[in-house]
């Protein structure tokens, strides 16, 4: 019923930055609560990196990625961004979108299918 589309993973450079977009595809009317990113490197457990209330407008970020990393939404679109600056090899983790919120007066949440950023030189 919901998908969440991915894009803007790749290669860079240590020092430069990229930029990741979510996009929902939804065919039922989907009450989004909330909506973010999580990272996952090998061997090493799922871990937030930084998400939004679409309610409230708070947002939360992962201690490593504060200062350096930027979430935003379009609410029209039902789109989230992930702004990604001075980008460091421990950031090399494959990123997954992740939403929830309501569809059909149940509470769901959903993950997209993931994308490779890798910061190398």
């Known amino acids: 019923q919901v998908q969440l589309v991915e894009s803007g993973g790749g290669l860079v450079q240590p020092g430069g930055s990229l930029r990741l977009s979510c996009a929902t595809d939804s065919r039922t009317l989907f009450s989004i609560n909330a909506m973010g990113w999580y990272r996952q490197a090998p061997g090493l457990q799922r871990e937030l990196v930084a998400s939004v209330n679409t309610m409230s407008g708070r947002t939360d970020y992962g201690d490593s990625v504060k200062g350096r990393f930027t979430i935003s939404t379009d609410t029209a679109k039902n789109t989230v961004y992930l702004q990604m600056n001075s980008l460091k090899p421990e950031d090399t983790a494959v990123y997954y979108c992740?939403?929830?919120?309501?569809?059909?007066?149940?509470?769901?949440?959903?993950w997209g299918q993931g994308t490779q950023v890798t910061v190398s030189s």
């Open positions: 992740h939403a929830d919120g309501v569809v059909l007066g149940t509470w769901r949440d959903y």
